[in-house]
């Protein structure tokens, strides 16, 4: 049996100066002029794609010779050093040319990654882009934006603690108690001739009895008050009238009084507390209790409840 011209020696020699060349086989193929096929069978076995086996060799020995290799039939010929640099002179301008192609293409890859990664920029870039280009180009709309997404944040975070926080200091539903701390201001109480409690009396000038006496519209639950620093007694009121204005005092005996007092006017009513105070302009009344003014929390407040708070010694 001959021994084929084409050795396993030679097939897996081309084969790994190939993939030294970081070239795959069909890139490498189509540079040789040679069919994939052909050069498959050239790094492994067969040769139906060759004419004939000595085809197949003349076609191995001259990719082999491009890297500077010989076949193993080339070896064991060892033809004279004339021989082979006259053989090797024109293999040599064809590996030369094989580097040169090789480098060429390994150039433009780098220049097509470079353009391909200018042209075609990851996502994250392109929306980094195009935010920067829209902040810089279009002032009015971006910063409109900007303040847009602050109001919704600070709507988010700091909605519910102002809603808490104006229930529980400026809440104006009367059914429920609210006990407060008032700013209170030490002023004495001016000396007045105390006037006496009956059931029901009405303290007023002769020009106001011409007219129908406004009645007392108690609510059901009224806002609770205190002196927070009593330095008297809680067993009187003292009003003072800012403007004209009407308003009804209740003790804890239940014994009511109204008055109708004119801007300047001033009013003591004695009783024992706690004591309450209607008036629809109860603004417009300075109240003292324990010796400190009271002062009323809200606008809406129509009805308020004084109660005694213990004297420290």
Known sequence: ???PLWQPSDAARLKRLR??????AGQFARMA???TTQLHQLEDVGDSSFYSPTIKYQVGKKLLNLFGEQTTAECKLAPSSANKNTDLAPNNTDAIQL?????ARTSLAKIAETSNRELNPPAYRSIACSVRLCWKEHVVFSRLIALFFMLVIGNYFFKAPLLKMNKKYFSTN???LIESPITTF??????????????????SSSADQQHPTPSCLWREMPIILKSPLPSKSGDYVYLVAANDVFACVMDKNKQTTMHSLKAGQSQTINGKAPFRI??????????????YRIMIPSQETVDVMLTETP???
């Open 99 to 103: 580097n040169d192609a090789i480098q």
């Open 1 to 3: 049996m001959n021994t």
């Open 174 to 176: 009367n059914k429920v």
């Open 278 to 291: 209607y008036s629809e302009k109860i603004l417009d009344l300075k109240i003292y209790f324990q010796g």
């Open 33 to 35: 002029t040679i069919s």
């Open 19 to 24: 993939a030294q060349t970081n070239i795959d």
């Open 186 to 203: 030490s002023e004495a109480i001016p000396a007045s001739t105390p006037t006496s409690v009956g059931a029901v009396q009405i303290a």
């Open 311 to 313: 004297v420290t010694p």
